[in-house]
């Protein structure tokens, strides 16, 4: 299984910026996506999740600003995100789960920075 982040970088606060993830090597329709955030020194923490038929999860402080969507075709997920304020900078990561099964495989790719200027 192979998971391909893009779509980070440097933008100012009030900006937007478009996370991918591309996914490879598994049914992409067995999996939930989901987009974890972590800056130096702390525990990844999850941003956004959406499950296999499009029921979203959003951490508090991104609600109405970040928006998460898969593309089955295209087997990919994206996290448009909006409003960006310098909290929400590090290196967000994309994270794949086999959610056919219990206790199904989970995936990482690598990260993605995100740099939000004041």
């Known amino acids: 299984v192979q998971l391909q982040a893009s779509g980070g970088g440097l933008v100012q606060a009030g900006g937007s910026l478009r996370l991918s993830c591309s996914v490879s090597?598994?049914?992409?329709?067995?999996?939930?996506v989901a987009w974890y955030r972590q800056v130096s020194g702390q525990p990844r923490e999850l941003v956004a999740q959406i499950r296999r038929f499009g029921a979203t999860t959003y951490k508090e402080s991104v609600k109405g600003r970040f928006t998460i969507s898969r593309d089955n075709r295209e087997r990919a997920a994206h996290l448009q995100m909006n409003s960006l304020k310098p909290e929400d900078a590090g290196v967000y990561y994309c994270?794949?789960?086999?959610?056919?099964?219990?206790?199904?495989?989970?995936?990482w790719g690598q990260g993605t920075l995100v740099t939000v200027s004041s």
């Open positions: 994270n794949v789960r086999d959610v056919s099964v219990v206790y199904g495989t989970e995936y």
């Open positions: 090597g598994i049914d992409f329709g067995r999996i939930a």
